[in-house]
């Protein structure tokens, strides 16, 4: 299904349907989406570390009764301190000072891992699967399954494509693929982006099939990437390096698994309150504005998914947009997008 997922977004992406949505979205909507990856991305930061917890489904606060949490807090403070003070990579250098200030409290701690040597050696049974009779083939081999598999690739590619879409249109504007639009100039085709939104879909579309081929899950934009951003990383030399890191801590992985939680999550919430700026963008004291940007950004942080957050916004941006008796205003493909969205809702409730 992620090989399928990623078909679906090459084709979108290459007949740059993926590009005119980003376009069609209202500054508003843009400007709620990049806010609601911040708290999301800092919403993210807070959990991995486990200091908020659910009791009988309540959230709240951890009892600060673990080393981690204080080292956390550390880590957040350390973190905060040296980006007020302006000092260049506060970010990672927040992120090794509270790794090695974890070792004597017993949280930076080696952990069980497997080697390169044993991850390759495991290629054979995941490399390739998806086009032998245990792949493809057994998903359409079953016709009464047929509707339930055609119906999950459905609500998967849409929920993957317009993640994928909040994910670019918050790190984007962080990062400056998109300029600066007004919401007139927002639905104009070819005002106010860059070419290089052309090139970041591409690769994200190819990578989740090619990553699928290996064996692996949705390999996609995550919106941790807002923490190489924040730490000042605008090109796709930022990118290469990253790749670059990546690979050789494939040879170093029982020390990279040393690195707690309770040290890269400071980092998240950080960047989280950076993206928060473009909140600012927002008309909050009109209803018809506030209303849609609520669900789109604040939203998508409550019930944990950028895609539920967004169609959220659209519907409710489409209903206001109605009973102001301004549907004109509405750019057609957001009302295909709304349309897919209250489909899939539909779909999901009666399966």
Same mark, same amino acid.
């Given at each position: 299904?992620?090989?399928?997922?990623?078909?679906?977004?090459?084709?979108?992406?290459?007949?740059?349907?993926?590009?005119?949505?980003?376009?069609?979205?209202?500054?508003?909507?843009?400007?709620?989406?990049?806010?609601?990856?911040?708290?999301?991305?800092?919403?993210?930061?807070?959990?991995?570390?486990? +200091?908020?917890?659910?009791?009988?489904?309540?959230?709240?606060?951890?009892?600060?009764?673990?080393?981690?949490?204080?080292?956390?807090?550390?880590?957040?403070?350390?973190?905060?301190?040296?980006?007020?003070?302006?000092?260049? $990579?506060?970010? /990672?250098?927040?992120?090794?000072?509270?790794?090695?200030? $974890?070792?004597?409290?017993?949280?930076?701690?080696?952990?069980?891992?497997?080697?390169?040597?044993?991850?390759?050696?495991?290629?054979?049974?995941?490399?390739?699967?998806?086009? *032998?009779?245990?792949?493809?083939?057994?998903?359409?081999?079953?016709?009464?399954?047929?509707?339930?598999?055609?119906? *999950?690739?459905? =609500?998967? =590619?849409?929920?993957?494509?317009?993640?994928? #879409?909040?994910?670019?249109?918050?790190?984007?504007?962080?990062?400056?693929?998109?300029?600066?639009?007004?919401?007139?100039?927002?639905?104009?085709?070819?005002?106010?982006?860059?070419?290089?939104?052309?090139?970041?879909?591409?690769?994200?579309?190819?990578?989740?099939? %090619?990553?699928?081929?290996?064996?692996?899950?949705?390999?996609?934009?995550?919106?941790?990437?807002?923490?190489?951003?924040?730490?000042? $990383?605008?090109?796709?030399? *930022?990118?290469?390096?990253?790749?670059?890191?990546?690979?050789?801590?494939?040879?170093?992985?029982?020390?990279?698994?040393?690195?707690?939680?309770?040290?890269?999550?400071?980092? /998240?919430? @950080?960047?989280?309150?950076?993206?928060?700026?473009?909140?600012?963008?927002?008309?909050?004291?009109?209803?018809?504005?506030? @209303?849609?940007?609520?669900?789109?950004?604040?939203?998508?942080? +409550?019930?944990?998914?950028?895609?539920?957050?967004?169609?959220?916004?659209?519907?409710?941006?489409?209903?206001?947009? #109605?009973?102001?008796?301004?549907?004109?205003?509405?750019?057609? %493909?957001?009302?295909?997008?709304? $349309?897919?969205?209250? /489909?899939?809702?539909?779909?999901?409730?009666?399966?």
């Amino acid at each position: 299904m992620v090989f399928l997922c990623g078909l679906i977004n090459i084709l979108i992406t290459v007949t740059k349907i993926r590009k005119y949505i980003i376009r069609a979205i209202p500054l508003s909507l843009q400007n709620a989406i990049g806010g609601g990856i911040g708290i999301f991305v800092a919403y993210i930061g807070l959990l991995n570390v486990g +200091i908020i917890r659910f009791d009988s489904g309540v959230p709240a606060l951890a009892t600060l009764d673990q080393p981690a949490f204080w080292l956390f807090l550390i880590g957040l403070a350390l973190t905060v301190v040296l980006l007020v003070c302006k000092v260049k $990579g506060a970010i /990672l250098i927040g992120m090794v000072a509270t790794a090695l200030i $974890g070792i004597p409290m017993g949280v930076t701690t080696a952990t069980e891992t497997i080697s390169f040597t044993e991850a390759c050696g495991q290629l054979p049974s995941t490399f390739g699967v998806i086009f *032998t009779g245990e792949g493809l083939i057994s998903l359409f081999s079953d016709a009464a399954r047929l509707p339930l598999v055609l119906i *999950t690739i459905f =609500s998967f =590619s849409l929920s993957d494509t317009f993640e994928t #879409i909040g994910t670019f249109i918050g790190t984007g504007r962080r990062a400056g693929i998109f300029s600066d639009m007004d919401e007139k100039a927002a639905l104009e085709p070819g005002s106010g982006f860059r070419s290089k939104i052309d090139r970041a879909l591409f690769a994200d579309a190819t990578a989740t099939s %090619i990553g699928a081929v290996f064996g692996t899950s949705n390999t996609t934009t995550y919106v941790e990437s807002a923490a190489g951003i924040g730490a000042g $990383g605008r090109t796709g030399l *930022t990118s290469v390096v990253v790749a670059v890191c990546f690979a050789i801590s494939a040879f170093l992985a029982t020390f990279v698994s040393a690195i707690p939680f309770a040290a890269t999550a400071p980092a /998240l919430v @950080v960047v989280g309150i950076m993206m928060l700026s473009t909140f600012r963008e927002i008309q909050w004291n009109d209803l018809g504005e506030a @209303v849609p940007a609520f669900f789109a950004g604040v939203f998508m942080a +409550i019930c944990y998914s950028i895609a539920d957050g967004i169609a959220a916004g659209f519907i409710f941006y489409c209903i206001i947009k #109605i009973c102001q008796k301004q549907a004109k205003q509405i750019h057609p %493909i957001l009302w295909v997008s709304t $349309g897919l969205f209250i /489909l899939n809702f539909v779909l999901l409730a009666i399966l």
